[in-house]
């Protein structure tokens, strides 16, 4: 894995800059000028239709031009709000700034919606939210501690401690059949993609992918690392999207951070007197 070392700094991840304080984004549907519009999406379980959304900018125009990151002109990650229901897809943009791709609900509830992108001009990343509500029974699942995962007949762990306010590496390791799965294949710009949601509000942490950047047509594994910081203590859920084979597999995880006793909230923290808030 350190056949071939990073050069220099990763230039894929660079998005959110180095603002002290502004680690976390995806807590509001604007961001410097630029709105998220109401996301269209099936209203309930089971019906086949399209989620679809527009971004309009500073001028109050729907955004046409996007720019590329991590290899993709938009990333929309869909979760419910109790963390469950992850995904992560790419839709297509159409002349009139819609983005638009095939959706269907499998479970009622309310789900966060994050659109990932770059407009044109905009300099910089933006992580843009809306709630979309999904009619049905809704019996929230309440996520316990987990840092191992099973998914399509692979193992998948992450080995780390998340620290709040200070940055954390993490490893996330593969295994199939408790043998290292070496194939892994470059996936938006690393060889698997990790997105950190903060319990609670579900902010959407900056994640750093950290190593070898990948190169086309090699694998990489068992191991994967990224750099993260935990903005406050509490529970964090964590989503790793990693491709073999050419088929792209999600692991999922639910930590807490260290030196905070259990799953207090980050309210419960302040009360230990560090007098940030
Ligand atoms: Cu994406």
């Given at each position: 894995m350190?056949?071939?070392t990073d050069s220099g700094q990763d230039p894929v991840e660079t998005t959110s800059g180095n603002h002290a304080g502004h680690l976390v984004q995806g807590v509001s549907m604007e961001q410097n000028g630029y709105l998220l519009q109401e996301v269209a999406a099936p209203g309930t379980i089971g019906e086949a239709g399209e989620l679809s959304l527009t971004i309009t900018g500073p001028d109050g125009a729907p955004v046409t031009e996007f720019d590329t990151s991590h290899e993709k002109d938009a990333h929309l990650?869909?979760?419910r709000t109790d963390g469950t229901g992850y995904?992560?897809?790419?839709?297509?943009?159409?002349?009139?700034?819609?983005?638009?791709l095939p959706w269907q609900w499998e479970a009622a509830g309310t789900y966060r919606v994050y659109a990932d992108v770059v407009p044109a001009g905009a300099g910089k990343n933006l992580t843009l939210t809306r709630t979309v509500d999904v009619a049905g029974a809704f019996t929230p699942s309440t996520p316990e501690v987990t840092v191992t995962d099973e998914v399509d007949g692979f193992q998948v762990s992450v080995?780390?401690?998340?620290?709040?306010?200070?940055?954390?590496?993490l490893t996330i390791s593969v295994?199939?059949?408790?043998?290292?799965?070496?194939?892994?294949?470059?996936?938006?710009?690393a060889y698997g993609h990790l997105?950190?949601?903060?319990?609670?509000?579900?902010?959407y942490l900056h994640v750093h992918p950290?190593?070898?950047?990948?190169?086309?047509?090699?694998?990489s594994g068992p191991d994967v690392e990224f750099a993260t910081t935990a903005p406050t203590p509490g529970r964090y859920y964590l989503y790793f999207d990693f491709q073999v084979d050419g088929q792209v597999h999600t692991a999922q995880f639910t930590l807490d951070t260290t030196g905070a006793a259990d799953t207090r909230t980050s309210a419960d923290a302040t009360s230990e007197g560090h007098g940030e808030h």
């Open positions: 350190d056949q071939h990650i869909v979760v995904r992560h897809v790419h839709p297509v943009l159409d002349e009139a700034g819609r983005w638009s080995e780390g401690d998340l620290s709040a306010g200070s940055a954390s590496d295994t199939r059949d408790g043998q290292p799965v070496t194939t892994l294949e470059p996936y938006l710009g997105v950190a949601l903060r319990a609670g509000d579900l902010a950290e190593g070898a950047e990948p190169v086309a047509g090699e694998v």
